[in-house]
């Protein structure tokens, strides 16, 4: 790594003395960095709802991303498959719509996350996650098969 950073200062003199213009920037902490910068996305990522429920409202779910080794103040930029309800630099909440969804079902979302750390000067980690909604039968008989066993 050190040979590799000692190349690229060496690069970057001899294209200022030539004449070539833009330079390649690497911030002097890179060669003692041991590891990259991480993030994850927690939060609602199976999700299971009743057919009557997801008929009648869109399906809600939270969601945070988790850091390691990256430098506040962050530049987040949420890339979802939902309607977003309220977000946050560090959290998210989003609504599927399941409208005419049947039971059995089960729907798959991406959501991703762009984090930009140090007012943009620093690295960037993308980061997504799958989110499954799966519709399932009614737990109580509807009102139609409550009458029609009345009936007997």
């Known amino acids: 790594m050190n040979n590799t950073l000692a190349d690229v200062k060496r690069t970057q003199g001899q294209a200022t003395h030539t004449g070539m213009h833009g330079r390649l920037y690497i911030p002097g902490d890179l060669a003692t960095t041991s590891s990259s910068p991480k993030v994850v996305i927690t939060g609602d990522?199976?999700?299971?709802?009743?057919?009557?429920?997801?008929?009648?409202?869109p399906v809600r779910g939270h969601y945070?991303?988790?850091m390691e080794g990256m430098?506040?103040?962050?530049?987040v930029i949420w890339i979802v498959e939902g309607n977003v309800l309220n977000h946050t630099v560090h959290a998210i909440d989003?609504?599927?719509?399941?409208?005419?969804?049947?039971?059995?079902?089960?729907l798959t979302r991406l959501l991703t996350a762009q984090v930009t750390e140090s007012n943009e000067q620093g690295?960037?980690?993308h980061t997504s996650?799958?989110?499954?909604?799966?519709?399932?039968?009614d737990d109580f008989p509807s009102r139609d098969s409550l009458l029609d066993n009345a009936s007997l």
């Open 94 to 106: 989003i609504a599927f719509d399941m409208r005419g969804t049947p039971a059995g079902e089960t």
């Open 123 to 125: 690295c960037i980690v």
């Open 64 to 66: 945070r991303i988790e």
């Open 71 to 75: 430098r506040e103040p962050l530049h």
């Open 129 to 137: 996650v799958f989110v499954q909604v799966s519709v399932v039968e």
């Open 45 to 57: 990522i199976r999700l299971r709802v009743t057919e009557s429920y997801a008929a009648d409202r």
